[in-house]
């Protein structure tokens, strides 16, 4: 850490210059002596970035930033507060504890927390945020994760474990075992100092790869922020042996949804089918990304409109859906020119669900403008091309 950064000029510098054009303030060097200017703009675009991801930190005086890599790779403050809920007790280990954002949401959960962190100017970052929050729970420790519960003794009612999806060249990784440190080599490690871990995986990750892979996992929690998934975790409990729960959640402003089964569910059930009725139900993407599609058809009564689409359909309005409600107004077949008559020129949100042509293709075949309340799902139904046309319900 370059602790200049933290005077009161250098500050009002970057808070002042934080939407300013970054190649103009290069150019311009530094205005300060004995400071680089590199080091200015890593605190101004990474600051920046922290501006919807991580408000508390943005709006927090004097707090220090690593690069924005670390920024754009650390959990978001709305999954990171989400996700601390799912645990509580006395004690936890972070064993890949990055910038900090988890283990600052854990604290509000635990007496104590334990922030291991293996690059040391990034340990350093983190312990000096956690004074600025006012954070007086947290041990913060400058060491590989996986060593540190190597050379202790203690239990912690919790481990959390992000491991790292980059290799040293920076190139994603996807498959479990490629990731550091390897949860799959390590799992009898963690049960000898905690009777829960939960672990952050991508979520590109096919859960069945997860539950098969990890021992004793209890509940995976699919965790959806605005419609977007952004985390996948798998809880694991020392000597489970039962059967995995999947918790699905969507937070919006205003509301959370949640869906949840358990996985074997899923495959003892049959969807029903029909054409579109009076409304149409779309799942959020964290029900999409459980993969409990036949589920949804028989929790709610509702209608498939084909075994590979899927949309459902209904006559009654369901308002716990986990998912968006529309109200169906028309319904084409895809029949090219009298379409073109039916929709030609509207201006409308355009969605396809089971349908080969691309979106953009579309847009331009029909000439139909982004915008406005009026949405159009081309999609298929009873094996057949249709488009349907739907409002949201409020």
Not at 207 to 223: D, E, R
Not at 320 to 340: E, R
């Amino acid at each position: 850490m370059n602790k200049i950064l933290l005077n009161s000029d250098i500050q009002d510098f970057i808070n002042t210059h934080i939407n300013s054009n970054i190649h103009e303030l290069i150019l311009k060097g530094s205005p300060f002596e004995g400071l680089d200017i590199k080091e200015l703009i890593e605190q101004i675009e990474a600051k920046k970035k922290c501006a919807l991801k991580l408000k508390t930190w943005f709006e927090t005086p004097k707090i220090y930033y690593p690069n924005k890599l670390n920024i754009e790779q650390t959990s978001s403050e709305t999954a990171a507060l989400i996700k601390s809920e799912f645990m509580q007790g006395e004690s936890l280990v972070d064993l890949t504890g990055g910038f900090g954002v988890d283990s600052y949401y854990f604290s509000k959960q635990f007496k104590s927390v334990v922030h291991c962190e293996m690059d040391s100017k990034l340990a350093e970052i983190a312990a000096y945020n956690f004074e600025i929050l006012g954070v007086k729970n947290i041990e913060s420790h400058n060491k590989d994760g996986i060593e540190f519960l190597k050379s202790c003794s203690d239990t912690f009612d919790w481990m959390y474990i992000d491991p790292s999806r980059r290799d040293a060249q920076k190139n994603k990784k996807f498959l479990i075992e490629d990731c550091s440190p390897n949860v799959i080599t390590h799992q009898d490690l963690f049960f000898k100092h905690t009777k829960n871990v939960l672990i952050k995986m991508s979520p590109m990750l096919d859960i069945s790869v997860g539950t098969t892979a990890l021992k004793h996992v209890k509940t995976v929690y699919i965790v959806a922020v605005k419609n977007e998934v952004k985390e996948l975790l798998f809880h694991q409990e020392k000597d489970f042996n039962g059967t995995a729960t999947l918790q699905t959640l969507n937070s919006h402003p205003k509301n959370t949804e949640h869906f949840s089964f358990e996985i074997p569910q899923e495959e003892n059930v049959e969807a029903t089918f029909s054409s579109p009725k009076t409304y149409l139900y779309e799942p959020n993407a964290a029900v999409m990304k459980s993969g409990a599609f036949k589920l949804i058809s028989t929790k709610y009564r509702l209608d498939k409109l084909d075994p590979h689409t899927h949309l459902y359909t209904g006559d009654e309005k369901i308002v716990d859906f986990p998912g968006k409600i529309y109200q169906i107004s028309n319904c084409f077949p895809y029949q090219k020119k009298s379409l073109k008559k039916a929709i030609g020129g509207l201006k409308a949100n355009v969605k396809t669900r089971n349908f080969v042509e691309k979106i953009e293709a579309l847009k331009i075949l029909f000439k139909l403008s982004d915008g406005g309340d009026l949405y159009l799902f081309f999609t298929t139904s009873d094996g057949k091309k249709i488009v349907v046309e739907v409002r949201l319900v409020d």
